[in-house]
């Protein structure tokens, strides 16, 4: 099972940028993917969370620029970012949940960063 993040990149502030990761292997289901961050000398953190059914949760930083979407059929997940500032800079990393053909316990991957540099 792997779990490809791109999409990163460099934009100026006040500009957009779109992250994309799909999980390929062999996936019975998707419970929920989620994009995390992690700037330079901080903590990860969550930024966006969507369940299967398409609940999403954001960071309070981040909500109403950026928009998480799943795509069960392709088992992938986008995070359109709008209006970006300096403080968005980051490494991005995707998160999936999920549950593979023959097991019946919830398995968790991590997809390599993806860097998003904002400039001001």
């Known amino acids: 099972v792997q779990l490809q993040a791109s999409g990163g990149g460099l934009v100026q502030a006040g500009g957009s940028l779109t992250l994309s990761c799909e999980l390929t292997?062999?996936?019975?289901?998707?419970?929920?993917m989620a994009w995390y961050r992690q700037a330079p000398g901080k903590a990860r953190e969550m930024v966006a969370q969507?369940?299967?059914?398409?609940?999403?949760s954001y960071s309070d930083s981040v909500k109403g620029r950026f928009t998480i979407s799943i795509d069960n059929a392709r088992q992938s997940v986008s995070m359109q970012m709008h209006s970006l500032v300096p403080e968005d800079t980051a490494v991005y990393y995707c998160?999936?949940?999920?549950?593979?053909?023959?097991?019946?316990?919830?398995?968790?991957?991590w997809g390599q960063g993806t860097e998003v540099t904002v400039s001001s």
């Open positions: 998160n999936a949940h999920f549950l593979r053909w023959g097991r019946s316990t919830q398995s968790n991957k």
């Open positions: 292997g062999s996936i019975r289901s998707i419970d929920d």
């Open positions: 969507i369940t299967r059914s398409g609940t999403t």
